[in-house]
């Protein structure tokens, strides 16, 4: 019998303070490096956006992979590459942890939409708003110091 699995992540990290550090000019490049990093490690990546100082990571994961080991190795392996590249001057790390929420095939298009549509939905709303909704609406308990 094969594995099946069926697992849905939206996975969101920001830079160390987070700084305003991933530019439009560069930010199409780290996000290819992302995908071959997510790519690599046998995991379908159906969306990648983000901001100047975080990122959405829409994919599924490998049943071989424990979710903290995928998401250290993207930190680790796309860090080392934003600071060698020349292209995130001022970058000097992502931020410890990271938020990582489950979702229905039903939420698939909507959390697809959502990634897609972030330079739109931070007009009017910071990283700290939007994550803070997202561990509330997930029921994620939380204490508001870690979110600073």
Not at 128 to 137: A, D, G, V
Request: some cysteine; charged content about 30%; hydrophobic content about 35%.
């Amino acid at each position: 019998m094969n594995t099946f699995k069926q697992i849905f992540y939206q996975i969101v990290f920001s830079t160390k303070n987070r700084q305003d550090t991933i530019t439009a000019a560069s930010e199409n490049d780290l996000y290819k490096y992302i995908w071959g990093i997510i790519n690599k490690k046998k995991c379908k990546l159906y969306r990648i956006n983000g901001m100047h100082d975080h990122l959405h990571i829409f994919t599924d994961l490998h049943p071989a992979l424990r979710l903290s080991d995928f998401v250290k190795d993207i930190k680790v392996a796309s860090s080392i590459w934003m600071k060698e590249s020349g292209k995130f001057e001022s970058f000097s790390g992502w931020q410890d942890g990271y938020g990582a929420f489950t979702y229905s095939i039903r939420e698939k298009e909507m959390i697809i939409n959502y990634i897609k549509n972030q330079k739109e939905h931070h007009r009017t709303k910071t990283f700290y708003e939007e994550f803070k909704r997202l561990l509330i609406e997930n029921g994620v308990e939380f204490d508001e110091k870690y979110l600073l």
